[in-house]
Nanobody
Framework: VQLQASGGGLVQPRSSLRLSCTAS????????IAWFRQAPGKEREGVSC????????YYANSVMGRFTISGDNAGNTVYLQMNSLKPEDTAVYYC?????????????????????WGQGTLVTVSS
C-alpha cells in the first residue's frame, strides 16, 4: 500500500497548481483521502478531504473557494486543484488515506484516522 504525491513546484502568487495523489495496492474508491500541509515551523494542518466514492468533500476555511479536491474515474488518483495561490500556501503537501471504513465521512481536523501517507510534495508560492 503506497501513496505517491506529486505536482508541487515554485509558482508566483495568484498562480495555479494541481497536485496528484496516486495509490498503489488499494483503490481510493474505498478510502477517505485527505490533503494535509506543513509549513516550516508550523504544525501539520488539514487542507481538504474527499470521502470514499467522492460523496463528501471538505475544505479548510483558508482554502475554501480556491482549492478543489476530486478523484479520477479509475479510482486510483485524487487531485487537489489549487487556484489563486498565496504565499501563505507555501508548505509541503501530503496526501493520506483512511482505509479503515470505520467512519462514514472524511475529516481534516485530525490526522489519526489516516494510516497511509505519501512522501509529500513541496509547494512554494513566491514572487
Amino acid at each position: 500500500v503506497q501513496l505517491q504525491a506529486s505536482g508541487g513546484g515554485l509558482v508566483q502568487p495568484r498562480s495555479s497548481l494541481r497536485l496528484s495523489c496516486t495509490a498503489s495496492g488499494f483503490t481510493l474508491d474505498y478510502s477517505h483521502i485527505a490533503w494535509f500541509r506543513q509549513a516550516p515551523g508550523k504544525e501539520r494542518e488539514g487542507v481538504s478531504c474527499i470521502s470514499r466514492g467522492g460523496i463528501l468533500r471538505y475544505y479548510a476555511n483558508s482554502v475554501m473557494g480556491r482549492f478543489t479536491i476530486s478523484g479520477d474515474n479509475a479510482g486510483n488518483t485524487v487531485y487537489l486543484q489549487m487556484n489563486s495561490l498565496k504565499p501563505e500556501d507555501t508548505a509541503v503537501y501530503y496526501c493520506a488515506a483512511d482505509t479503515s471504513r470505520v467512519s462514514h465521512t472524511c475529516a481534516i481536523d485530525r490526522t489519526a484516522p489516516y494510516t497511509d501517507w505519501g512522501q509529500g510534495t513541496l509547494v512554494t508560492v513566491s514572487s
